[in-house]
């Protein structure tokens, strides 16, 4: 332990605290438990900031696509000799592993049902609410969530590897702050980090252990889908990444990476063809038209003259959920895309992911949204009784081969489980030992435990709900440290000199 910094016992301490305080049962703190608390301050962030979040996420949208067209386009992440350290299918693997990987699974039928029962506008299950609803799984998973890791993600690798400067957030903030940030001001900037990482990483946790005792008990009956039979997956899933950690960025995260996307593109494409394929292509093709279309007014979308909690419930809680993963994944992208351009950086973790997701959505959502509209199976009414966390899987059962799939979907959200958080201990090894990127097994160990810890208090204190509570809680002070960065960034960036190539004309000569 003899690289850490003060940070990291301060971070562990109240975290420790944290998880403490979450054990305590109820009817010893009846006004103080966790539970209560969290959902109060969530409560006063929703009401009081829900616009903050909206305006933020779409500027940092506006800033990612401003930079490509730039002249800062064509910088390198790194110096101008520096080549990319992984190949382009493992970085897109490694960035898509660590940014939404369970996430995707989770709520790839999940939240396209709930939108076509409840959409934001009008009566649900309609042909307009069944379009809506894949159009608003595009847009909570596209654009804005990426152009949110995009930014700090670039920043991070600008400073880190052009400026020779640690990758931690207290010295990304140096050329707005001075020195003030190697006192007090720094530690407090780089604990907002940890702290959101914990909580945004154990919101990813939770949903995981949550859909994996799910569809083990919907595949076998005699398993119980409840906290203890979460409580042992998150136990058995902490030693598996851990033992991943501790062999290193180039073997573990990056084998499991590849594994996974490979994993998860076979049960997407099983599907596709296995499914209404040309219902599934011709809902992909409308909606990406669709969601261009509608990106600007979705983006600003509040409902100030109506009682519909609706955007507060899922794009605000996304949004908050985003952020509070982006110093997590964004620390994580830029340790892994060392030697590629601006320009390159951005329009890769942009795109490819963002059509990748609308990919996702348009099959197992599409396939969902068929069985409900054309077949009417009443999905919803199974998932009502057992969960969101089955919802996968009551889907699956209607198609070729779906106990095989489903077993499938259990082992990749299994091994999404182990990288996401192999690389969050990563990450937070790094944060917490000033930007080394090879952060000490003792310290990935110890943040391995409190993560793990912190999503099965917040489970045990309110299930989901808690879950969510605490990403929204822990998003709201790293939003304001994320303007401050592309602050930073813009004052530093524009002391580069850019060498132009001078063109000669032929007549000239």
């Known amino acids: 332990m003899k690289k850490v910094t003060p940070v990291f016992w301060i971070a562990v301490i109240i975290c420790l ?63 101008d000799t520096d080549v990319p350290e992984f190949s382009s299918l493992t970085w897109f693997a490694m960035l898509f592993s660590a940014g939404m990987g369970i996430g995707l699974v989770f709520w790839g039928v999940a939240e396209p049902l709930s939108h076509y029962y409840e959409p934001p ?77 914990i909580f945004g990483v154990a919101t990813s946790l939770g949903f995981g252990a949550t859909q994996i005792s799910g569809g083990a008990s919907y595949m076998f009956p005699a398993i119980q889908n409840n906290f203890t039979t979460q409580l042992i997956i998150i136990i058995v899933v902490t030693v598996l990444y851990m033992l991943s950690a501790s062999t290193g960025l180039d073997k573990g995260i990056a084998f499991l990476s590849n594994a996974n996307i490979i994993l998860a593109i076979a049960l997407m494409l099983f599907l596709l063809f296995s499914g209404p394929t040309n219902f599934i292509m011709d809902l992909f093709t409308t909606t990406i038209g669709s969601y261009l279309q509608n990106l600007t007014a979705m983006s600003f ?58 990919l996702w959505f348009s099959v197992f959502g599409g396939s969902s949204v068929y069985l409900e509209y054309f077949q009417h199976q009443n999905i919803m009414d199974i998932i009502n009784q057992k969960g969101q966390e089955i919802a996968l899987f009551s889907v699956l059962m209607h198609f070729p081969f779906g106990n ?95 060498q132009r190539v001078q063109f000669k004309n032929p007549k000239e000569e």
């Open 17 to 79: 605290l944290f998880i403490i305080w979450g054990t305590i049962p109820e009817r010893y703190l009846p006004n103080g438990n966790l539970q209560h608390v969290t959902s109060i301050i969530q409560s006063s962030i929703i009401e009081k900031f829900g616009w903050f979040y909206l305006l933020s996420a779409s500027g940092f949208l506006v800033f990612a696509l401003a930079l490509i067209f730039t002249k800062y386009g064509s910088i390198r992440l790194g110096k």
């Open 121 to 197: 506008v009008g009566k649900g299950q309609t042909a307009d609410s069944a379009r809506m609803a894949i159009r608003f799984s595009f847009f909570h998973w596209g654009l804005h969530p990426w152009a949110i890791y995009a930014v700090i993600g670039l920043i991070l690798a600008y400073f880190n590897f052009r400026k020779d400067t640690a990758g931690v957030v207290s010295k990304i903030l140096k050329p707005l702050f001075g020195n003030r940030v190697e006192g007090p001001l720094g530690i407090v900037f780089d604990f907002i980090a940890i702290f959101a990482t």
């Open 301 to 358: 979308r509040l409902s100030p003259f109506e009682q519909n909690t609706w955007v507060q419930d899922w794009t605000i809680f996304y949004w908050a959920w985003w952020i509070a993963w982006a110093p997590f994944v964004g620390t994580f992208i830029a340790r892994v895309s060392k030697g590629r351009t601006i320009r390159e950086f951005v329009i890769g973790v942009l795109l490819v992911p963002t059509v990748f997701g609308a």
């Open 404 to 498: 095989v799939m489903s077993y499938i979907a259990i082992f990749l959200i299994s091994t999404f489980f182990i990288t996401s958080a192999d690389s969050a201990t990563f990450v937070l090894g790094m944060q917490s030992t000033g930007g080394d990127l090879n952060p000490p097994n003792g310290v990935k160990l110890v943040w391995g435990v409190i993560q793990s810890a912190s999503a099965a208090v917040l489970l045990w204190a309110g299930g989901l709900g808690a879950l969510q509570t605490a990403s929204i809680i822990a998003a709201f002070p790293f939003t304001i440290i994320m303007i401050l960065m592309i602050l930073s960034f813009i004052k530093t960036i524009k002391t580069e000199k850019i």
